[in-house]
């Protein structure tokens, strides 16, 4: 839809003026953009609600990446404004921007970067990855831009310029390191050594050590890339015999704890599952997403988790799969749970569920299809993250179905009273 | 409790005809006239032009009424300033045993007679709680009805307009709705009221002791006065908006229409004075104090100027609204007052113009809907001109009622989309 031109200025004086007129004809197709009676609610209303849900897992971000992350966020929020300030002025697409909206959507995208990008080394070389930064910005606007604001297709922005960046610069995007708990915020997340040591089973929020001299720590497998490599039956070089199920989770993963509160590497926004779920929570409490879009994306995850093919050992020739893997005897209700909890926990899906899923563009208008839509995002996100990519399945789930979104609306929209 | 206006100066009578406009013959310039005396030969299908006062008459002359549509008119200049008070003839009538009187002798085969002496008396109506009254009893010639509705919600509690009448004219109200179910056969009469109206309720429910006329309370939000969303809430069936709710097998009217049809039934009154109620909203607060609010009945004709001036409401600045503040139905004060034209008024203060934002997709707009459509897709169909667009989105079930306009944080004219649509297509 394009934005109505502003109406032409009344031509009477005293109408100007806002006296009452006593001979002029009546108007009662008032011109666009004209005086009237409104609830007061703006686009900058709406949007600053939505950050205030936001700043839960932007705060956990800071704190565990430090003023790197602070880099990031205020790099590409700044381009993301930047180029909208001037796009807007370019032909009648431009009006379709409004940058508060396009302020929420560059750090909603900032919350999806990992820290490191905040790295100044080699901003003087144009390969260097700081300058993915004011790329991503820019190339949000111009998805934007495309998309007419967002409000003509069901095409998320922040997602289709992840994706395309992730594309094209796919290895940088895997994160290694993150602050230690004494090194909070003011730490900086570069500074770690350059192997992690041997594997703790010790929460990183509770009892381990500070390796000596560096704000950091080191992961060399975060636990989304060891996930994966487990569900598509890889194995390490130094890996002999069977590794099942049960010790993959033991030995080869850090405490559930470090994925729920913080300690595992990984994107900004989505390090720590709790920070995200409160922030979710605090928008559905303030009614500005419907609640039942994202509760279904994770029930539907959470059993499509349960029931999907996956390894239950990975043998000297290959790895044994096994639909719902939990009825397994050497993997039983407790370790399937928690393999499904790794991977909910792990992937982005609950910041997808959350904050990007709920939004205006891509999720249906009718109630029913909603539920729809949300069983169905949180069953291919599952999948595709299982088989694909952790760190970006729930992503490329919300863009399919989210195209889906206008052709299934076509046949289920709500049949008007009258 | 309706503070009467008395009539002088000059008056533009409304004749309550639609175009083509047919050949007029008025009475005389110069000729004078008593109140309630014919200005004009009858015209058939119309109500009767009368005297809202003793005057002079003048040329023909074009008005507005408060629905913003044009109509001719004939100049009176008011010379004498009857009120109203009830004349000693209606007084002295036990409109409770006339009422039985009428109903012990009602057939459907009189409905044609009625519908003659509603139009004889100057009664009809044709707003947005009220839907054309005599087209609906016309209707009725021909289709069969089973249900009678008297609206009595009020847009919001600002002005208690309906509600007011409805609990003022109880015996009236009610004599219409059973009138109306007894020749139209229809087997529900009901009044429709606020579930907080329990004062209203029990003066209806008195005054239908003998006939069976009930009262229905609602838990009114707005736009539930609206004769689509009524009939649906009530009655579970569906009504086109733009359409007669005899299409739906019911007759909606509202305690303004029904009061007077109720007292040309009851007392042989002609409809000469119109009910109509007026809320200052230029204040701070949502609902403006009592004093702000004004329940007048004044004569037919009466500018609003007039009527504004008269009950020291005319303190500039404002801008006038019928219906409802969030129709943006914005009318000139010299609109005249009519029986059946839009009876609530709504002054506010002047708002700056606002320059829409880009749409964010919020979808606020289409579940703030009460219909169901999608304004904004509507919007974007009437940028673009696609009607076929339009009404696969649902611009002929749209009912007008401004809810769209008002919840959009991109402040975009969604309302003025649909009404040019529409407009585009007639």
């Given at each position: 839809m394009t934005t109505p031109r502003p109406a032409a200025p009344p031509e009477d004086d005293a109408t100007r003026r806002g006296v009452a007129v006593e001979s002029s004809a009546p108007v009662l197709a008032p011109a666009v953009g004209s005086h009237r009676v409104h609830g007061g609610w703006t686009v900058d209303r709406y949007v600053a609600q939505h950050f205030q849900g936001a700043v839960f897992p932007l705060a956990a971000g800071l704190l565990l990446y430090g003023w790197r992350a602070l880099i990031v966020v205020a790099v590409v929020m700044t381009t993301a404004l930047g180029a909208t300030a001037i796009w807007r002025r370019i032909g009648r697409r431009g009006r379709d921007l409004s940058p508060p909206h396009t302020a929420w959507l560059a750090l909603l995208l900032s919350l999806m970067l990992p820290a490191h990008f905040g790295s100044l080394s080699g901003v003087t070389s144009p390969y260097g990855v700081f300058w993915l930064l004011p790329t991503a910005g820019l190339a949000l606007v111009i998805v934007l831009w495309l998309l007419r604001g967002a409000a003509g297709s069901a095409v998320h922005p922040v997602v289709a310029t992840f994706l395309l960046l992730a594309a094209a610069c796919q290895p940088l995007f895997i994160s290694h390191t993150i602050l230690h708990r004494d090194s909070l915020f003011i730490g900086d997340v570069l500074d770690a050594p350059a192997d992690d040591g041997a594997h703790t089973a010790t929460p990183w929020w509770s009892a381990r050590d500070q390796p000596s001299g560096v704000d950091a720590i080191y992961v060399a497998s975060p636990a989304s890339e060891s996930l994966l490599n487990y569900t598509l039956g890889r194995r390490e070089m130094s890996d002999r015999g069977t590794m099942p199920l049960t010790s993959f989770l033991r030995d080869r993963l850090p405490p559930l704890e470090d994925l729920i509160m913080a300690g595992n590497p990984g994107p900004i926004g989505t390090s720590s599952a709790i920070f995200v779920i409160v922030g979710g929570l605090f928008l559905m409490y303030r009614g500005s997403i419907d609640y039942r879009i994202p509760l279904l994306i994770v029930i539907a995850a959470f059993t499509a988790l349960v029931v999907l093919p996956v390894p239950v050992a990975i043998t000297d020739v290959g790895p044994r799969w096994s639909w719902l893997a939990l009825r397994e005897p050497s993997v039983g209700w407790a370790v399937g749970i928690t393999f499904v909890n790794y991977q909910l926990t792990a992937s982005p899906l609950l910041f997808m569920a959350f904050f990007l899923a709920t939004s205006p563009a891509v999720r249906p208008m009718s109630g029913g299809w909603r539920m729809v839509y949300a069983v169905v995002l949180g069953v291919l996100s599952a999948a595709l993250q299982l088989y694909v990519s952790t760190s970006w399945g729930p992503y490329v789930a919300l863009l399919i179905v989210g195209t889906l979104t206008p052709l299934a609306e076509r046949f289920t929209q709500a049949k008007p009273l009258a | 409790m309706f503070r009467p206006v008395p009539a002088k100066g000059l008056?533009?009578?409304?004749?309550a005809v639609t175009a083509p406009f047919p050949s007029l013959e008025p009475k005389s310039t110069g000729t004078n006239v008593r109140q309630a005396e014919l200005l004009l030969s009858s015209l058939p299908s119309a109500p009767a032009t009368l005297a809202p006062a003793g005057g002079t008459v003048g040329v023909i002359t074009a008005a507005t009424l408060t629905t913003g549509r044009e109509t001719p008119a004939i100049q009176l200049t008011a010379t004498s300033s009857e009120s109203d008070v009830p004349s000693s003839a209606t007084t002295s009538i036990d409109g409770p045993s006339r009422l039985k009187d009428h109903l012990r002798d009602a057939k459907p085969a009189d409905i044609g007679r009625y519908i003659d002496a509603f139009q004889a008396a100057g009664v009809w109506a044709d707003r947005w709680t009220s839907p054309d009254l005599l087209g609906q009893l016309h209707q009725c010639l021909k289709r069969p009805v089973d249900t009678i509705l008297c609206n009595a919600l009020d847009f919001d509690a600002a002005l208690p307009l309906q509600r007011s009448v409805a609990g003022a004219y109880a015996t009236e109200v009610v004599a219409a709705v059973a009138m109306l179910a007894a020749l139209t056969g229809a087997s529900r009469a009901a009044v429709v009221l606020d579930v907080t109206a329990n004062d209203v309720a029990k003066s209806i429910n008195r005054a239908a002791v003998e006939t069976d006329v009930s009262v229905i309370p609602l838990r009114h939000l707005y736009p539930q006065p609206n004769p689509t969303l009524l009939l649906h809430t009530v009655t579970k069936r569906q009504l086109r908006p733009g359409r007669l709710p005899t299409e739906a097998g019911a007759v909606v009217l509202d305690a303004v229409a029904a009061a007077a049809a109720g007292r040309c039934l009851l007392y042989g009154e002609p409809a000469v004075r119109a009910l109509i109620g007026i809320a200052d909203m230029r204040g701070q607060g949502a609902t403006p104090p009592n004093d702000q609010t004004r329940l007048l009945s004044v004569p037919v004709g009466m500018s609003l100027a007039d009527v504004l001036r008269s009950s020291g409401l005319d303190a500039s600045p404002f801008e006038l609204r019928a219906s409802s503040p969030f129709r943006e139905m914005r009318i000139s004060t010299d609109c005249v007052s009519s029986v059946?034209?839009?009876v609530a008024m709504y002054l506010v203060a002047p708002q700056p113009q606002v320059n829409p934002s880009p749409c964010i997709r919020c979808g606020w707009c289409a579940t703030g809907c009460p219909v169901r459509i999608h304004p904004a897709d509507i919007l974007q169909a009437a940028q673009t001109g696609d009607r076929l667009a339009a009404e696969r989105h649902g611009i002929d079930s749209c009912i007008d009622c401004g809810v769209c306009s008002y919840v959009c944080p991109s402040n975009l004219p969604l309302l003025a989309g649909v009404r040019s649509l529409r407009v585009v297509t007639n």
């Open positions: - | 008056l533009k009578v409304p004749i059946g034209g839009e």
